[in-house]
Nanobody, 122 residues
Framework: VQLQASGGGLVQAGGSLRLSCAASGRAFSSSAMGWFRQAPGKEREFVAAISWSGSNMDYAGSVKGRFTISRDNAKNTVFLQMNNLKPEDTAVYYC????????????????WGQGTLVTVSS
């Protein structure tokens, strides 16, 4: 699975952005997908994950209620809708694929995409 993330940019606090991750490869529709982020000087952290069917999602506590992960298996794409953004959401966001949603939430990733930078100004 090859992953290509897009949609990052500069936004004011309280604003919204939608990240997309386009995947190639037959395994996409059977793979759990997720988003991670890495802020300057910090370790990469889990943000959200979604099961292969799109029926089950996990979120980090810091984004729950503000971010929504979704997927379109017909288009081999996973999305991260980010609302009410805060300056502490500033980071490079990475999409990821794995066998199980639960594995992704524990950081067990099989495939990484390149990152897309999200900057939230105060």
């Amino acid at each position: 699975v090859q992953l290509q993330a897009s949609g990052g940019g500069l936004v004011q606090a309280g604003g919204s952005l939608r990240l997309s991750c386009a995947a190639s490869g037959r395994a996409f529709s059977s793979s759990a997908m997720g988003w991670f982020r890495q802020a300057p000087g910090k370790e990469r952290e889990f943000v959200a994950a979604i099961s292969w069917s799109g029926s089950n999602m996990d979120y980090a506590g810091s984004v729950k209620g503000r971010f929504t992960i979704s997927r379109d298996n017909a288009k081999n794409t996973v999305f991260l809708q980010m609302n009410n953004l805060k300056p502490e959401d500033t980071a490079v966001y990475y999409c990821a694929a794995g066998v199980l949603r639960q594995n992704l939430s524990r950081g067990k990733v099989d495939y990484w995409g390149q990152g897309t930078l999200v900057t939230v100004s105060s």
